[in-house]
């Protein structure tokens, strides 16, 4: 409101100077005298003001149409002008539009589409690199891989597209299953970019199913120091790449070499439980079972384990029965409602043919927790016992269709593994087997009483009706080899189907 009084008030002065102007002029006697050439010319006041407003126009005409024409001639020699300026924006308005387009069918699917737009933008866009990009995704999209590769190529040549360039060559060759240039290709694009997460993650897995365990480490410690992992996790995951180290470096037959990477990697992670046993089996072997048993205690405190009782039992292994039994009492006498323990001590009791006392071990386990090895641990302990063979075989009856107890389990993928290895043998992710019961039902019985034969007497003579392979295997099998493992097949021939059912309730 005030802005506009104002103008009013300004343009009101104007018009009262002009008008005071033009009246002064006009009542002037002064009048204005000028030739050219020969001739001489004389202007009252009036008309001496319309010839120089007349001159100025001309002499602006004049300037404009030299100004056009000076920048016309900047144009054709190549120079930036108003003229070019506004060629320009023209030209990124449309390869804005076409640009826009391409990344929309892109998005919805639509590949060729994708391309023909993506070459329109690339014609009006002076940034081939963003135009090159949609077309190689466009071509990927359609499945034309060489398409797709000579774009990636032609990026990796330009300094700010190479480390995608290489990206997208390092996917390709992934999806081909070209895992040995995919690694060198990782390896390229680490370096260029070493704090990219997806090259990080791509150039660990490929490591590790080379059994590149040093490389692993390093690229492991540059997700750290990026921030992309956890200390906590780092620790843990160093600790299963140098377990894995160690066993290659048992592999070749460096054993000393072997004992040390062990023995750091339970110091990293000591709930590692096959880091801990190796590293107890190392101590063992270069004569120190205290620190053996120092491991060996710590690791069952968090979390009992059949491969930890395997490495306690590897320290004496010559000593008899009762004399394990009561050796063992330094691992019993821990966490003894862990399951874990109790089916130890019953298979310790087993083993010294003390059979009361290794049923009192199991406890309510044959009830809350009826799986595959605390049922044929019953089977065993009627035997040893000296029950019917119906009773036997109806516990190894219900054996055979009982869940199988913990194993080791992926936790990305759920698949079981019958050991544990450093990466799932199935989706190849680091870490990530847990001991857990898996919510699938495995074909397998879990590994667990392998550390102690199963004495439980020798076959009786057959009766009249037999009792299946299967079945008898079950009972008679040794333990002795701690490699040996313990499996029942869930099929049977007819006969034994029908003795089995007979029997059912005679075991229940």
């Not at 999806?175 to 660990?204: M, S, Y």
């Not at 968090?302 to 330094?330: G, I, N, S, Y």
């Amino acid at each position: 409101m005030l802005w506009s009084l104002l103008t009013i008030v300004f343009l009101l002065c104007v018009v009262i100077a002009a008008t005071y102007g033009a009246g002064f002029v006009m009542e002037s006697d002064a009048y204005v005298r000028f030739g050219i050439l020969d001739q001489e010319f004389v202007l009252g006041p009036m008309q001496a003001v319309l010839a120089a407003i007349g001159l100025t126009i001309v002499l602006y005409i004049v300037f404009k149409i030299a100004g056009v024409v000076v920048a016309l001639l900047r144009w054709i020699n190549g120079d930036e002008t108003a003229w070019s300026r506004y060629f320009d924006r023209n030209r990124d308005r449309k390869g804005a539009r076409a640009l826009s387009e391409a990344l929309m069918a892109l998005a919805s699917g639509e590949g060729r589409l994708a391309i023909a737009k993506a070459e329109k933008a690339k014609r009006f866009l002076k940034n081939p690199e963003l135009t090159d990009l949609l077309v190689a995704q466009a071509a990927e999209l359609l499945g034309d891989d060489a398409r797709a590769e000579n774009v990636y190529r032609q990026l990796v040549l330009n300094d700010d597209t190479r480390f995608v360039g290489v990206r997208g060559l390092m996917k390709q060759k992934l999806a081909k299953g070209d895992t040995d240039v995919a690694l060198k290709l990782a390896e390229k694009a680490f370096a260029l970019r070493p704090k990219h997460e997806e090259v990080q993650d791509i150039l660990l897995r490929l490591q590790t199913e080379k059994h590149n365990w040093q490389g692993a480490r390093q690229t492991l410690s540059a997700k750290l120091r990026s921030g992309s992992l956890p200390r906590d996790v780092h620790r843990r995951r160093d600790a299963v790449l140098a377990l894995s180290e160690a066993k290659d470096i048992l592999d070749t037959g460096k054993s000393i070499e072997s004992r040390e990477a062990a023995i750091a990697a339970a110091k990293k992670s000591p709930d590692l439980i096959p880091a801990t046993a190796m590293a107890a089996r190392a101590h063992i072997a270069e004569n120190r079972p205290r620190p053996a048993l120092r491991l060996l205690r710590k690791a069952w405190e968090m979390e009992p384990h059949p491969d930890l009782a395997a490495a306690f039992a590897d320290m004496e292994p010559d000593e008899t029965p009762a004399a394990r039994v009561r050796r063992f009492q330094t691992l019993t006498n821990i966490r003894k409602e862990h399951p874990e323990t109790r089916m130890l001590l019953a298979e310790l009791n087993l083993a010294a043919e003390d059979f009361p006392t290794a049923r009192r071990a199991l406890g309510d386990l044959v009830e809350s927790q009826p799986d595959a090895r605390v049922l044929t641990l019953m089977a065993a302990i009627e035997r040893g016992a000296g029950a019917k063979d119906s009773v036997v075989r109806g516990w190894l009856a219900k054996a055979l269709t009982a869940p199988r107890g913990p194993q080791w389990v992926c936790d990305n993928c759920s698949s079981l593994a019958s050991e544990w290895t450093p990466t799932c043998q199935n989706c190849h992710g680091l870490d990530t087997l847990s001991w857990k019961i898996p919510t699938q039902t495995a074909s397998s019985l879990p590994r667990g009483a392998e550390m102690l034969p199963l004495l439980v007497g020798t076959n009786p003579e057959p009766e009249e009706e037999p009792v299946s392979n299967d079945m008898e295997d079950a009972i008679d099998v040794s333990f002795s080899d701690p490699s040996d493992e313990l499996e029942v097949q869930g099929e049977g021939s007819e006969e034994a189907s029908e003795t089995t059912e007979r029997d059912r309730s005679t075991a229940a």
